[in-house]
Nanobody, 122 residues
Framework: QVQLVESGGGLVQAGDSLRLACTAS????????IGWFRQASGKEREFVAA?????TTMFDEAVKGRFTLSRDFGTVYLQMNSLKPEDTAVYYC??????????????????WGQGTQVTVSS
């Protein structure tokens, strides 16, 4: 069983940066593909980015070039630069036990964190 905790959200202005962290409760976390999703008020949860077991990454077109991913032992970091008001959402990290490569398929992620709020003002 993997428990995930997100941190690092907050209120920032457009153009600012934030770094979100996803920390796992288990050593096997390093073997998992980790994904980040976000859900804005009144909208569906959408894929943001993912990092696979070998460190390969995948980004949604909306954040490509602005967001980066890295992992360090039990924590995965989502660095968000040049934030825009449309990035405002609750951000969730998720772990997949079935995919070794980064994926945007929600159904492949079996473990989810509780989410952290990111608000970008214009």
């Amino acid at each position: 069983q993997v428990q995930l905790v997100e941190s690092g959200g907050g209120l920032v202005q457009a153009g600012d940066s934030l770094r979100l962290a996803c920390t796992a409760s288990t050593r096997t976390f390093s073997r998992n593909t980790i994904g980040w999703f976000r859900q804005a008020s009144g909208k569906e949860r959408e894929f943001v980015a993912a990092i696979g077991r070998a460190g390969t990454t995948m980004f949604d077109e909306a954040v490509k070039g602005r967001f980066t991913l890295s992992r360090d032992f039990g924590t995965v970091y989502l660095q968000m630069n040049s934030l825009k008001p449309e990035d405002t959402a609750v951000y969730y990290c998720a772990a997949s036990a079935t995919s070794n490569t980064p994926t945007d398929r929600r159904s492949l992620y079996g473990y989810w964190g509780q989410g952290t709020q990111v608000t970008v003002s214009s």
